[in-house]
């Protein structure tokens, strides 16, 4: 699923930042999509943790090939031997396993994400074991396609920015925040297209 507001937000980002103009002109071959399901990508976030997305798509492979399918059910139930042998350390197959369990027991609020805020939503999601406002964030890009999420902890995002708008000096939150100002209300594909502009490989979740 693409986002229906995409080519409107190319067109109000290009508009307002020429910065941001020059790097949708150089990465306008793909856009951000949901795989549409939300336990896969909230897994998929937290497998990505503080690995670069190369590394991330690598043991995420491993997985997908590991299990005969990525539900909440199989991955709470699968041995952790077998998901060390993926490439994930025990602390994030602590993570998966404590996901698992909430969505098996149905413990998150699915059926009501989709009319919650995008505060409101981060508050029940981080309640999960490893989930953090950073994953959370992931999920509001990449599942819910919410298209005002500045994800400011994000490494990628801090080196982007530094990049094209700080000459490559340090830039603190507060900093990359006012700029983002002017990216509002589209800072999730403003997000997306920095992230390009670092790898070639489009960021997924």
């Given amino acids: 699923m693409t986002p229906i507001f995409w080519q409107q937000a190319i067109r109000e980002l290009n508009g307002t930042d020429p910065v941001m103009r020059r790097i949708i002109e150089q990465y306008d071959d793909t856009v951000l999509r949901s795989r549409g399901d939300a336990f896969a990508t909230l897994a998929r976030s937290v497998v990505g943790q503080q690995i670069s997305v190369k590394a991330a798509e690598s043991v995420w492979q491993k997985v997908i090939d590991s299990l005969p399918d990525v539900d909440p059910l199989t991955v709470y139930n699968t041995d952790e031997t077998q998901l060390r042998q993926c490439g994930l350390s025990l602390r994030k197959i602590s993570y998966l396993k404590d996901l698992a369990w909430h969505f098996s027991e149905g413990k998150?609020?699915?059926s009501q994400w989709h009319v919650m805020d995008d505060e409101a939503l981060i508050r029940q999601l981080i309640q999960v074991k490893g989930?953090?406002?950073?994953?959370?964030?992931?999920f509001l890009i990449f599942h819910m396609l919410r298209p005002d999420i500045l994800p400011l902890d994000d490494i990628g995002l801090q080196r982007a920015i530094s990049k094209h708008y700080f000459d490559c000096?340090?830039?603190n939150k507060k900093a990359i925040e006012q700029l983002a100002q002017q990216w509002k209300p589209w800072r999730s594909v403003?997000?997306?297209y920095l992230w390009r502009s670092l790898d070639p490989l489009p960021v997924e979740y």
Wanted: proline fraction near 0%; charged fraction near 20%; avoid cysteine.
């Fill in 108 to 110: 998150l609020d699915v």
């Fill in 131 to 138: 989930i953090g406002r950073w994953t959370a964030e992931m």
């Fill in 169 to 171: 000096q340090a830039v």
């Fill in 190 to 192: 403003a997000t997306w």
